[in-house]
Each structure stands twice: as C-alpha cells, then as structure tokens.
C-alpha cells in the first residue's frame, strides 16, 4: 500500500507567477484535502475534492483552484502569486463513505518560496 | 479567531518521563479530535483520535483525554522516548455527526525529549 506522495518537493517561483502542485492519494481513497502551513503556523484548510467535486472550501481567494481526477490525484492551483503564499502546501488523503469521512493522511508536502 | 488553541509552543522532558501535550478549543460544534505528530521535512503523521461521545482514548504509550465542559483535550505519553521529539499537532472536526470534515489545527507544541 502506498502512502500520499506529492511533487514537487521544493519550489521557487516570482511574485505573478502561476503554479501547479500534485498530490497521489493513497491507495482506496476518494477524498484529497489540501492545507497550507505558513512558518510557525498549523495548516490551514485550503479545499477538499471528494469523487472530482470540490467538497468545502476555507478562506482562501479564487485564484486558489484545484481539480481532482478519475484515479483520485489531485492538483493544486494558483495563480497571481503573491509573497504570503510562500508556505508548505499539504495535501491529505481519505476514505468518505456513507457520509462519514475517515482518517486523513498526509503527504511530505511540497515547499514553495516566492520571491 | 484561533478556534483551536496549543498556548505552549514547547515542552522539554526527560526520557521516561510523562509527556502532556494541552490543546484548548473554542467552538462548540467540534464533534471529533485528533493528533498528528510532524518531523522536519515530513507531513503530519496521525497519532490518535477521539470522538466527543468518549472522554479517553488509549493506543500503546498514548492517551488522548477529551474534557468537553472545558472545552479542552491533552495528549498524555507514557513512557516517553527520544524518537517522541517532534511538533504535535492538535486538530478538531465538526458538523458531521462523528465523521472528519475540514480539519482545523492548532499551532502545535514542539516536544523535546531528553536521554
């Protein structure tokens, strides 16, 4: 059984800037999360994709976006990149069934600086 | 508003010893809790759960107590071990009847444990 795997691991883009980050669910997972963690912060709740839909959104802008696709990897999106988006972006994995939504799993995250 | 509180940024105990790790939240609708524990360069790494239905949770060296008059839960680790230092995080769900929707976290407690 495979874990959350997520690419890149380490990013630099320019204030402006658009970026894509991806993430693998684990293996038997429909829901994908992501979640961003600020230096000396908790994550924050970004979105969460469950069967391709976006299923809850936190207080982040538009030009936050993600997809998620058949095989349940998902991508994270984001355009206009500003300097407070440099952060480690999360993405966690779970089992949503019969309304209740299991145990989320994390992935390494992926480090993005903004210059 | 921080919804869920860890108010001490560190800890420092030696090996052996009994770890308490204090998370403190705000809202209400908070029907279930968890802990995830975060080295460097990885993504958290789910610890223990517990529903508000419960008031203790047990696995292994760890318990997770849940005070809900309090609005408070600690994580207890008995005997604790060297390869215990790490960042913990204290996370909460609501709204969903028992399940994990959106997770909201704290700011963590970073644990050190000394031989």
């Known amino acids: 059984e495979t874990g959350v795997t997520q690419s890149p691991t380490h990013l630099i883009k320019t204030r402006g800037q658009q970026v894509t980050l991806r993430c693998s669910s684990q293996?038997?997972?429909?829901?994908v999360s992501w979640y961003q963690q600020a230096l000396g912060q908790g994550p924050q709740f970004i979105f969460q994709y469950y069967r391709e839909e976006e299923n809850g959104r936190g207080n982040f802008p538009p030009r936050f976006s993600g997809l998620q696709f058949p095989n349940y990897s998902s991508e994270l999106n984001v355009n206009a990149l500003e300097l407070d988006d440099s952060a480690l972006y999360l993405c966690?994995?779970?089992?949503?069934?019969?309304?209740?939504?299991?145990?989320?799993?994390f992935g390494p995250g992926t480090r993005l600086t903004v210059l | 508003d921080q919804q869920v509180k860890q108010n001490s940024p560190s800890l420092s105990v030696q090996e052996g010893r009994i770890s308490i790790l204090n998370c403190d939240y705000t809202?209400?609708?908070?029907?279930?809790f968890l802990w995830y524990k975060k080295y460097p360069a990885e993504g958290p790494t789910f610890l223990i759960s517990i529903s508000s239905i419960k008031d203790k949770n047990e696995d292994g060296r760890f318990t997770v107590f849940l005070n809900k008059s309090a609005k408070h839960l600690s994580l207890h680790i008995v005997p604790s071990q060297p390869g215990d230092s790490a960042v913990y995080f204290c996370?909460?769900?609501?709204?969903?009847?028992?399940?994990?929707?959106?997770?909201?976290f704290g700011k963590g407690t970073k644990l050190s444990v000394k031989p």
């Open positions: 809202n209400s609708m908070f029907d279930y």
């Open positions: 966690a994995s779970s089992l949503k069934a019969g309304g209740y939504t299991d145990t989320q799993y």
């Open positions: 996370a909460a769900s609501g709204n969903e009847g028992g399940s994990q929707g959106n997770l909201i």
């Open positions: 293996s038997g997972h429909n829901t």
